[in-house]
């Protein structure tokens, strides 16, 4: 079954410094990846995708996240964090053919500190 | 161009009643998904609509309904309503069913409290 594991709860990051957010997926076939940030009390934004191609994908705010096939990781990074990153955000797999709804994973909290 | 919009923002109903939640889609697109998101989880698929007809269905019971307007506008329904009802209501809509790999674009929610 298709399944989207983020193994952080919550991470801390000072601000200026770089930024990893892990993502770990199951998923049959090729997959259809993202990333969204979620402010409090708001929608999901979409940061950024991969479908196919190039292997780092580069998003919106600064963001990159790199496909690894073989470690089957979409991993999330910014080199330098800013107090205004500090939010929710979640990596979703899918939609696929013969299926149409995004999984998603329990999400990551990041916390920026001055 | 207006991106998903939601309403009503905010909703607190109690236990048993029936709610209605409404969408409207990003301009052109024409495939409407609902998602509950409870407190401190990601969010869970719930229905996905597209030319009037629910086409996929997640965990949900049949208490969980929609609909879908010949201008690609949604509603959600629930009955019977539950505490464990209370969450974050999320719509978003997308272009092309069953294409694999469809960007879909959220709107800000509905946040359902159930007393």
């Known amino acids: 079954a298709q399944s989207v594991t983020q193994p952080d709860i919550h991470i801390t990051v000072s601000e200026g410094a770089s930024l990893e957010l892990r993502c770990n997926y199951s998923?049959?076939?090729?997959?259809?990846l993202f990333w969204y940030v979620q402010s409090p009390g708001q929608g999901l934004q979409l940061l950024l995708k991969y479908f196919s191609g190039d292997t780092l994908v580069q998003g919106i705010k600064g963001f990159e996240a790199e496909f690894k096939r073989s470690q089957s990781s979409f991993n999330l990074r910014k080199p330098s964090v800013h107090w205004s990153d500090a939010a929710e955000y979640f990596c979703a797999v899918g939609p696929y053919t013969g299926g149409f709804k995004t999984i998603f994973g329990a999400g990551t909290r990041l916390f920026v500190k001055a | 161009d207006a991106g998903v919009t939601q309403s009503p923002t905010h909703l607190i109903k109690t236990r048993g009643q029936q709610v209605t939640l409404r969408c409207s889609p990003k301009s052109g697109h024409d495939t409407v998904s609902w998602y509950q998101q409870a407190l401190g989880q990601g969010p869970q698929f719930i229905f996905q609509y597209y030319e009037e007809e629910e086409r996929q269905r997640g965990n949900f019971p049949d208490r969980f309904s929609g609909h879908q307007f010949p201008n690609y506008s949604s509603e959600l329904n629930v009955n019977a309503l539950l505490l464990g009802d209370s969450a974050l209501y999320l719509c978003?809509?997308?272009?092309?069913?069953?294409?694999?790999?469809?960007?879909?674009?959220f709107g800000p929610g509905t946040r359902l409290t159930v007393l």
């Open positions: 998923y049959g076939a090729t997959p259809y």
């Open positions: 978003a809509s997308s272009l092309g069913h069953g294409r694999a790999g469809n960007t879909q674009y």
